[in-house]
């Protein structure tokens, strides 16, 4: 299964018509088919959690996330799953605010929405993101009681074929 699961993740990343095909829309109207794909991997805690202890997370956060970009207001708005930092399914709702800083670098803020089917986080969760190729980065940071913590997402990014 590993092996299968790598090799995936590597024609994903590299081949543009792997990508073309694993995640068309063709039947789909245009206005309803999403601009990009997210893939959720990974994520590492920093700082004090309180009670919790960091070491008590899980940190394999795998999902799917689907955005669809530049729609109204000229924002990006994203919906998806994963499984959070307690192995509970967590549903993901998102705007956010990309800018291009080179043909292949994005970077912007997220405004995000999480609601945890089990012990994990639910409420607004702000966050940083860059984007470069295929890959992302999602900065989240908060403060409670004067104690600083967060965690760095990481995952795949595909965006779509428009035809």
Same mark, same amino acid.
């Given at each position: 299964?590993?092996?299968?699961?790598?090799?995936?993740?590597?024609?994903?990343?590299?081949?543009?018509?792997?990508?073309?095909?694993?995640? &068309?829309?063709?039947?789909?109207?245009? &206005?309803?088919?999403p601009d990009r794909f997210s893939i959720p991997l990974a994520c590492h805690h920093y700082g004090k959690w309180g009670a919790?202890?960091?070491?008590?997370?899980?940190?394999?956060?795998?999902?799917?996330?689907?955005?669809?970009?530049?729609?109204?207001?000229?924002?990006?708005? &994203?919906?998806?799953?994963?499984?959070?930092?307690?192995?509970?399914?967590?549903?993901?709702?998102?705007? &956010?605010?990309?800018?291009?800083?080179?043909?292949?670098?994005?970077?912007?803020?997220?405004?995000?929405?999480?609601?945890?089917?089990?012990?994990?986080?639910?409420?607004?969760?702000?966050?940083?993101?860059?984007?470069?190729?295929?890959?992302?980065?999602?900065?989240?940071?908060?403060?409670?009681?004067?104690d600083h913590f967060g965690a760095l997402g990481l995952g795949f990014t595909f965006p779509l074929r428009r035809d």
């Amino acid at each position: 299964m590993l092996r299968y699961s790598t090799a995936a993740c590597i024609a994903l990343t590299f081949c543009p018509a792997v990508q073309a095909e694993a995640f &068309s829309f063709h039947n789909a109207p245009p &206005s309803w088919r999403p601009d990009r794909f997210s893939i959720p991997l990974a994520c590492h805690h920093y700082g004090k959690w309180g009670a919790q202890k960091k070491n008590d997370f899980n940190e394999d956060n795998p999902g799917l996330i689907m955005t669809w970009e530049n729609r109204a207001l000229e924002l990006n708005y &994203s919906i998806g799953a994963y499984k959070d930092s307690y192995s509970d399914t967590t549903t993901y709702l998102a705007v &956010s605010q990309m800018w291009n800083i080179h043909p292949e670098l994005q970077a912007g803020i997220v405004a995000s929405y999480r609601n945890s089917d089990g012990n994990g986080f639910t409420g607004f969760a702000p966050s940083l993101q860059i984007i470069y190729r295929n890959f992302f980065l999602d900065i989240s940071h908060g403060v409670n009681n004067g104690d600083h913590f967060g965690a760095l997402g990481l995952g795949f990014t595909f965006p779509l074929r428009r035809d």
